[in-house]
């Protein structure tokens, strides 16, 4: 699996050139997953997002009766766990590889590092996860409305 390739098919890096794509395939570590282990688990530190390059990854989350609760499936060229580059802090879902996955996974620790070498890529790539997580707030915010108790 080729990182830089990764890396390009996803939204998070769009707008980058060949040369942003390779800063932070630098730091890009190449996983596989086989079918049903578990990239992270709900309510553990969050330390890395991880680019989908082939497979798919299911994300659940336990309702208030302990029952898992499918959140939704992630494919190839998607992400999650991008909130972990932000800071670290607990997962809000588990995921777990429904198929044989290959990832790309970028660490928290070598982004900080990476903030202080090449700011501007890192800026960029945070300014593209805070833009496509509040889409995401934004076409959930009826769903969100109900959770919150309004209508």
Do not use: W
């Amino acid at each position: 699996m080729e990182v830089a390739a990764s890396l390009k098919a996803c939204p998070l890096f769009k707008d980058f050139t060949d040369v942003g794509i390779q800063i932070f395939a630098a730091i890009g570590v190449p996983r596989a997953f086989p079918k049903g282990s578990t990239l992270f688990v709900e309510n553990r530190p969050g330390e890395s997002l991880f680019i989908i390059s082939d497979g798919t990854v299911r994300l659940s989350a336990r309702n208030t009766a302990g029952e898992d609760v499918t959140l939704g499936d992630v494919g190839a060229g998607e992400y999650m766990g991008e909130l972990a580059l932000l800071q670290k802090s607990e997962r809000l879902c588990t995921a777990t590889a429904v198929t044989d996955v290959k990832a790309v996974e970028i660490r928290h620790a070598d982004f900080q590092k990476l903030t202080a070498q090449k700011p501007q890529a890192c800026m960029k790539l945070l300014m593209g996860i805070v833009t496509l997580f509040s889409q995401k707030v934004r076409d959930n915010r009826d769903t969100m409305k109900t959770l919150v108790g309004k209508t």
